[in-house]
């Protein structure tokens, strides 16, 4: 059975701290995403990395950074967290476009991190 | 021309009617037109695509309508059921990274 995990369902956190948000996947795709969900907003890429090390920047990257060190594990930084950041994080990995299945643009999502910045 | 506008925002169905979500895009580059739902405290998950080549798929109660030149498709729900209650997304690309839209959330009453 195909997983992305979220290293936490719900977090807390305030107002300038360092926040880490982890990823995980066994799926051994090549693509993860971090998108943040809102009401009214649907799902908006904050960045996207297609393979170790490399990132690249989706819609909505002010005031995140990303990390991607392993191929299954890809972490999302808010530097100092604002108000503004209280959202839902949605993780998801897929296979790279290329491949000869109609299914390559499948993405498999995690289940969120619902977090406040109070 | 990136976006990806979705309609309606909410949308309430009695048991055994017809759902109907529609959205639209701008870029005729896209070749890949997926929906993906998501039930409460999960993450969202595909549940039927199409490509531009087609004009409709059917996967049991759930059809995906195509029309290119108005560059608009919908995803029909027959016979809804309350275990439907969700939110759907339609989303576009012809890259690696999904357009979205903005969601819909469907509740289906008994």
């Known amino acids: 059975d195909v997983k992305v995990t979220q290293s936490s369902r719900y977090l807390v956190k305030r107002t300038g701290e360092k926040v880490f948000l982890e990823c995980v996947q066994d799926?051994?795709?090549?693509?993860m995403f971090w998108y943040r969900q809102d009401p009214g907003l649907g799902l908006r890429l904050i960045y996207f990395?297609?393979?170790?090390?490399?990132?690249e920047k989706g819609d909505i990257p002010e005031g995140y950074s990303v990390s991607r060190e392993k191929k299954e594990r890809f972490s999302l930084i808010l530097e100092s967290a604002s108000t503004n950041q209280t959202s839902m994080y949605l993780c998801?990995?897929?296979?790279?476009?290329?491949?000869?299945?109609?299914?390559?643009?499948?993405?498999?999502f995690g289940p969120g991190t619902r977090l406040t910045v109070t | 021309q990136q976006q990806v506008k979705q309609s309606p925002q909410s949308l309430i169905v009695q048991k055994g009617g017809i759902s109907i979500i529609n959205c639209a895009y701008e870029?005729?580059?896209?070749?890949?037109f997926p929906w993906y739902q998501q039930f409460p405290g999960k993450g969202p998950a595909l549940l039927i695509a199409i490509r531009p080549d087609v004009s409709e798929k059917k996967e049991g109660r759930f059809t995906i309508s195509f029309n290119k030149s108005a560059k608009q498709f919908s995803l029909h729900i027959m016979d809804s059921q309350p275990g439907d209650s969700a939110t759907y997304f339609c989303a576009a690309t012809n890259t690696d990274k999904l357009i979205f839209g903005t969601g819909t959330r469907l509740q289906v009453f008994p």
């Open positions: 998801a990995s897929s296979l790279a476009a290329g491949s000869a299945s109609f299914t390559v643009y499948e993405q498999y």
């Open positions: 799926m051994d795709h090549e693509n």
């Open positions: 990395s297609y393979d170790v090390k490399m990132k």
């Open positions: 870029n005729t580059a896209f070749d890949y």
